[in-house]
């Protein structure tokens, strides 16, 4: 099962919970209460395809030696 980040309407609290991909209610950890959402992962907005295309290049070559 993945970890996905929430956010809770009610105490507006962001917390992480292991759950199933389809799974939508879950409880906010603080308040119990259930006016939760998911949010988009910080991993999954920085590799998506964008104008960077989410990879990484170097600039100088990538090499180990220095300058190349």
């Known amino acids: 099962m993945p970890m996905y980040d929430f956010y809770c309407n009610q105490c507006e609290q962001e917390f992480e919970e292991l759950v199933a991909r389809d799974r939508t ?37 990538g090499g180990c030696a220095p300058g190349g």
Not at 30 to 58: E, H, I
């Open 25 to 61: 209610d879950v409880p906010c950890p603080r308040c119990q209460g259930t006016d939760t959402r998911r949010l988009m992962s910080r991993f999954a907005s920085l590799s998506g395809s964008g104008s960077g295309g989410g990879a990484y290049v170097p600039r100088n070559g």
